[in-house]
C-alpha cells in the first residue's frame, strides 16, 4: 500500500510502498478514505509522543470502508462506511467496562501506538468494539473530521464541562478543536467568547456561533474576559495547547469555573496554576481526552437535525502527497479549520 512515512522526528515524511496490513481474527483492515491532518499528527512528528516508535504512518481522523475482517468480528461486514474514535478500548480493563474506552488502560490509538491513516490502508484492533457505523448521511471527508478533534470538542464541552443554556464559555484557539468547541457550546445554548490571535479565524468563529471575539495579539485577553462576562467564563477551554492560553484559561474564570485542557503543551508539557486562586475561587481543573463510542449517537442525532454541519469545519482537501507541507505549516498556527486527505 501507499502510504505517508517518517524515519526521524522531526525528519522527512516520504510517500512509499509499504507492506500492506495482515488481519487477525478479532481485527479489521480499513480502506482509508478521507483522514484528517491534525496538530496532535504534528506533535508526533516532532516528538512530543512518547508511544511512536520508528519509523512510523501517522494519522489517526479518519473514515472508510471495511475490507477485509477476522473469523471473530461478528458486528461488521465487508463494505460498511466506518470511522474510528481516535483511543480505541481493549474491551477487557476496568475502563473499557465502564463505557470508559476513550481512556482505555491498554489503549491503542492508530497513528501513534501503531501505524496510522496516513495510508491506503490502516489496521484496527477489536474490531466489534471499535468500529463506528457511518449513517449514510455522512460523507467521509466530514466524518474524517468528526475525530478527534470534534468529538474531543464534544467531551470537553458537554460531559466533561457540563455546558448548559447561558453559560459564558471561552474558547482559547479556533483551529479545528476551538471551532469544534464554538459550534457544539452554541448548540448548547452558551454565550461563546472566541479567542485567537488571528483575526481570519475569529471571524470564522463567529459564523460557528460565537457571540464576542477576543485578538490575544492586540487585547488582553483575562481582563477583557471579565469584563465580557461581568466576572469570569462559568467554562474555558485551552484548545490549542501553550503555556499563554492554558494560563489566561484558568485565570478567565469566575468562581467555581471549569476549565478544560484539551490543547498538548508539547515540549513544555506543564501548565501554570496558583493554587491560591484555584482555592479562593473552588476552580475545577479538568482534562478531555477523546469521547465515550455511546456519544455518537448523539452527534449523529444533532447532524441528522440540522443543527450541526460539519462540512462547515473543513477549510480544504489534499493529497496524501502534501503532508509534509501541511504539518509544517502548524509550525506557525496558521491553519484555520480542517485540512482532510481525500486522495490516496
Not at 64 to 89: H, N, Y
Not at 188 to 197: L, W
Amino acid at each position: 500500500m501507499k502510504a505517508a512515512v517518517y524515519s526521524t522526528f522531526n525528519g522527512a515524511i516520504e510517500i512509499k510502498q509499504v507492506d500492506d496490513p495482515v488481519v487477525s481474527e478479532t481485527e479489521a483492515i480499513i480502506e482509508v478514505k478521507a483522514s484528517g491532518i491534525c496538530r496532535s499528527d504534528w506533535h508526533g512528528w516532532k516528538g512530543h509522543d512518547p508511544d511512536i516508535q520508528l519509523p512510523h504512518v501517522p494519522g489517526h481522523e479518519f473514515s472508510g470502508i471495511v475490507k477485509e475482517v477476522g473469523s471473530k468480528v461478528t458486528l461488521f461486514q465487508l463494505g460498511d462506511r466506518v470511522t474510528v474514535p481516535f483511543c480505541c478500548g481493549c474491551s477487557t480493563c476496568p475502563q473499557c467496562m465502564k463505557g470508559n474506552q476513550h481512556i482505555c488502560d491498554q489503549h491503542f490509538q492508530p497513528g501513534f501506538t501503531h501505524w496510522g491513516s496516513f495510508a491506503q490502508y490502516v489496521q484496527i484492533k477489536n474490531a466489534d468494539f471499535n468500529l463506528v457505523k457511518l449513517p449514510s448521511s455522512i460523507d467521509f471527508v466530514s466524518a474524517a473530521g468528526l475525530g478527534c478533534r470534534f468529538i474531543t470538542a464534544f467531551h470537553g464541552i458537554v460531559n466533561q464541562g457540563k455546558v448548559v443554556n447561558s453559560m459564558f464559555v471561552a474558547i482559547h484557539g479556533c483551529g479545528g478543536v476551538g471551532l469544534s468547541a464554538i459550534m457544539i457550546a452554541a448548540v448548547y445554548g452558551a454565550k461563546v467568547i472566541a479567542i485567537d490571535i488571528n483575526e481570519e479565524n475569529l471571524q470564522k468563529a463567529k459564523s460557528f456561533g460565537a457571540e464576542y471575539t477576543i485578538n490575544a495579539g492586540r487585547e488582553e485577553v483575562v481582563d477583557k474576559v471579565c469584563e465580557i462576562t461581568n466576572g469570569g467564563a462559568n467554562l474555558s477551554m485551552d484548545a490549542l495547547g501553550s503555556h499563554e492560553t492554558s494560563t489566561n484559561s484558568i485565570n478567565c474564570l469566575a468562581k467555581k469555573g471549569k476549565h478544560i485542557q484539551v490543547g498538548i503543551l508539547g515540549s513544555e508539557k506543564s501548565i501554570i496554576v496558583s493554587t491560591a486562586g484555584l482555592i479562593a475561587k473552588e476552580i475545577e481543573l479538568i482534562g478531555s481526552h477523546g469521547m465515550p463510542l455511546a456519544n455518537y449517537n448523539t452527534i449523529f442525532d444533532l447532524i441528522a437535525n440540522k443543527k450541526i454541519n460539519l462540512s462547515l469545519l473543513i477549510d480544504r482537501t489534499v493529497k496524501l502527497e502534501d503532508v509534509d507541507q501541511e504539518l509544517l505549516k502548524m509550525d506557525t498556527y496558521s491553519n484555520s479549520g480542517m485540512v482532510i486527505i481525500d486522495q490516496f
